[in-house]
Nanobody
Framework: QVQLVESGGGLVQAGGSLRLSCVASGRSSSDAAMGWFRQVPGKEREPVAAMTRNGDSIWYAAFVRGRFTISIDNARNTMYLQMNNLKLEDSAVYYC?????????????????WGQGTQVTVSS
């Protein structure tokens, strides 16, 4: 079993930055792929960014490419999402997730473990 705990969400003005963190604990594969997703009320959860633990494969949604950066500190078992130039439409609950295998996927159904989510609100 893997536990994921997100932090770093909050209220920020448009154009500002936030960094989300996701600490993984418990039994886990050292090479499991991880990702960030987000969800707004009434909409499906959507992928934001994902990467393999060794960093050889990284994927970004088109709407965040060039603004967000995903990274993993394996020594700390922590994944980050650096979000710059935030827009109003980036407001959502952000979730981190982990797979049980190393293969990179972006569909939610491929992820086995989920955090509780952290709210990001971008104001004008």
């Amino acid at each position: 079993q893997v536990q994921l705990v997100e932090s770093g969400g909050g209220l920020v003005q448009a154009g500002g930055s936030l960094r989300l963190s996701c600490v993984a604990s418990g039994r886990s594969s050292s090479d499991a792929a991880m990702g960030w997703f987000r969800q707004v009320p009434g909409k499906e959860r959507e992928p934001v960014a994902a990467m393999t633990r060794n960093g050889d494969s990284i994927w970004y949604a088109a709407f965040v490419r060039g603004r967000f950066t995903i990274s993993i500190d394996n020594a700390r078992n922590t994944m980050y999402l650096q979000m710059n130039n935030l827009k109003l439409e980036d407001s959502a609950v952000y979730y981190c997730a982990a797979r049980s295998s190393s293969e990179l996927h972006i569909q939610t159904t491929y992820y086995d473990y989920w955090g509780q989510g952290t709210q990001v609100t971008v104001s004008s």
